[in-house]
Structures are given as C-alpha cells and as structure tokens.
C-alpha cells in the first residue's frame, strides 16, 4: 500500500506537503513486529554499527562533571569551531576561519539554516532525483521549489553537469550536492566538482559521507570555489547517529542571517555534546580507516549477491554504505513491495520512493549492519525472489 496522505504534515498553503520519512515508517513497522516475537534483519537505516569510541563518551561525560551545561556562543563554541577549521585544512587543505563556521544540532538544522538563508520563496534550487528524503521537505518549508534532475542508473546516479547548466536561468539560486551520495553511494569526483564550482551558482554540499570513499580521497566543494555551504557532521564517521551534533561553513556574507535563524529557532547546540565533537574531530586517519575497514568487503560480497539474484544496479556505488536494487521487473510501487518483503521475510528495506520517483522501483540496501547481518538478510531476499 501507498502512504496516506493523512500521514502528510498539513502546512500552509503557500508550502507544498512535507512527505512522511518512509526510511524510518519501515523501521517502526519493523520495530513493531519485533516486538511482536518476529526476528527482524534491519537494513533500512543509515545507522553505522559499533558503538561511539570511548575518548568522544569520556570528553562528554568530563565536560557534564565540569558542569559545562550552560548556553554557548550561538555560532557554537570556539573551541570547536576551530577545530573544524583546522580538520579543513589537515584533510582538504582549504583556509577557512572559525568564524565561518556554525554548529548545530545534527546536520538537518544545518539544512534548515542554510536553505533558509539561502533561498527565498518560490526561488529554487537544483537537485539530483533520486536524493537524500528529507532535501526538498526542507526546502518546500521555507516555500522554496526544488528543480530536479535526473541522475540515471547507467551513469552511476550521478548528478551532471552538464545537464544542470541546461536549467539554469531567473530563480536559480543554487545547486545541491551531495558525495558520497545518500542514497545512491554515488561519488563526484574531482574534475566533476569542478564542473559544478564554473557553473555559478552558490553550491550546498552535503559531506556527512566523507570518510565512506572507496576509491581514493574525498574532496571537499571547498577545494574548488568559496561560493560554497558546506554540510557536515558525526553521525556517520563518529558514530554519533543519536548525539545530534552537526555543522555548516559558510561564506562570511551569510553566516550573520544564519546565526540569527539558529538563535532564534536552537539558542545553540548543546554545550557537553560539542566537547565530544571536539574529541571526535581530533581521531587519527588509523582510527577512522580502522573503524570501516570492514565496509568495502560488504560493499564487495553485496553487490555480488545481488548479481545474483538480478536485481544489482548497473554500477557498483564507490561510498556511503548504500546500494539501490533494481526492482522494477517487480514492482512499480517499491513502498508496497518493501511492506511485502517485511511481512514474508523479516528483512526491513527503504523503498526508493522515499527518494524521488528517480528511485521508484529500488530498494535501498543499507550495509552499515554487520556481515552477519548482512548475509542473513541476502539469503532471506534470495529465497523470496527465487519463489517469485
């Protein structure tokens, strides 16, 4: 079955309807019927496995017996805004000042911040379709359009350049990336990135995956123009999915109406919580390689599996921990399919509507859980497609 429209959140006319996040419906369905005594392979959220390492607890834990529990600066505390800086300049060797950065409380309120001083109403911005569910949620809030283009299959779900130029014009006020890709694990690469930075617009770039790169370094919109907002975080590299700890760079023309919105609508990001970003920001290389040493095997053996089955997509994703199965000789409502999928198999999906009608027709596969995991929840899904 379809999402109700009586799920929708019912806004103001001048704003289209927010959608329901269908990646986190399935994981309460999923949730219920746990609940319920049925055993339950999770494959549907972006949630990297392990717990947070014990140096990011210890910061937060010694900054709460510090009684550091009071407001902090709106922007976020210097302490860790220069320690963005510096990471900026350590990892993609770009200046940036700590004034230019903002902390929030998980990267959706950097969104909200940046969409917001950004765009005015009914201005638009231009989007890869499939995308990240939540972008044009909130971007239609502020009343704002998003344009979409497509970002085909068969060249890897990346977003072009060159098709992005085509509709550029009056009301364009910016271009939204996102690598490596939620969903699709699609990477730009380097000259790509520069494709987008000569195209003109001021660029969103969502880097919350970098880190999960397969093929060589991440790079940073940074590198290649200051006409430029930057999304980041610790959910995925940090393990910090429910510390709700988040950032955005900016250039210096728009970080005063930012820092105006984030005082009147967060204060500031919670002040314990950005000793442990700081902590965070500060683990080696060896540190982080170690934590997703495990990943590109599963990216690997997933792939394969899905071969097999023959519902791969046509192009192995280079990062995140995402892979979209083509399931359009199936189906051609991937929402319902999802649903059936739960019920016979225990094995929770993200349907690809959830991203767009670009993704209608996928499942989106997380692989964020362990290898066990993951190979129980394959052996579910090719039974299921072998009986039909």
Request: charged content about 20%.
């Amino acid at each position: 079955m379809k999402p109700e429209n009586s799920h929708q959140l019912k806004l103001p006319s001048r704003v289209c309807q927010v959608k329901p996040f269908l990646a986190m419906e399935i994981l309460e369905k999923a949730k219920q019927l746990e609940a319920a005594g049925r055993d339950i392979v999770h494959m549907e959220v972006g949630e990297p496995g392990g717990n947070t390492p014990t140096v990011i607890k210890e910061a937060a834990i010694a900054a709460i017996n510090d009684n550091d529990t009071a407001y902090t600066h709106s922007l976020g505390k210097p302490e860790l805004r220069e320690e963005v800086a510096a990471y900026y300049r350590r990892n993609y060797n770009v200046k940036i000042e700590p004034e230019q950065v903002i902390v929030t409380s998980g990267s959706s309120p950097a969104m909200l911040l940046a969409f917001s001083a950004l765009l005015n109403s009914d201005d638009r911005i231009v989007m890869a379709d499939p995308y990240y569910a939540c972008y044009p949620n909130f971007i239609c809030y502020i009343g704002a359009r998003p344009l979409l283009v497509p970002a085909r299959e068969e060249e890897g779900f990346k977003l072009q350049a060159a098709e992005v130029k085509k509709q550029l014009g009056p009301g364009v006020k910016g271009i939204m990336l996102n690598s490596p890709s939620n969903p699709t694990g699609a990477v730009l690469e380097a000259e790509e990135l520069q494709s987008f930075a000569e195209l003109g617009p001021y660029l969103v770039a969502d880097e919350i995956y970098h880190g999960l790169n397969y093929t060589g370094r991440d790079h940073s919109i940074l590198e290649y123009t200051d006409r430029a907002i930057v999304i980041n975080g610790f959910s995925k590299r940090n393990v910090m999915t429910g510390w709700r700890l988040g950032y955005l760079i900016a250039p210096p023309d728009l970080v005063r109406n930012m820092q105006k919105l984030q005082q009147n609508l967060f204060i500031c990001a919670c002040s314990f919580i950005q000793a442990a970003g700081i902590a965070a920001l500060r683990e080696t290389p060896e540190v982080l390689a170690n934590r997703f040493s495990e990943y590109n095997e599963r990216r690997l053996y997933l792939y394969d599996a899905l071969q097999q089955i023959g519902i791969a997509p046509a192009r192995i994703p280079d990062g995140a921990f995402y892979m979209l199965a083509n399931v359009k000789k199936y189906t051609a409502d991937s929402y319902a399919f999802a649903l059936k999928i739960l019920d016979e198999t225990g094995v929770a999906l993200t349907p690809g509507i959830d991203f767009g009608q670009g993704a209608e027709g996928y499942l989106r596969i997380s692989y964020a859980c362990s290898t066990e995991t993951l190979k129980e929840g394959l052996r579910r899904l090719e039974r299921f497609f072998a009986a039909l």
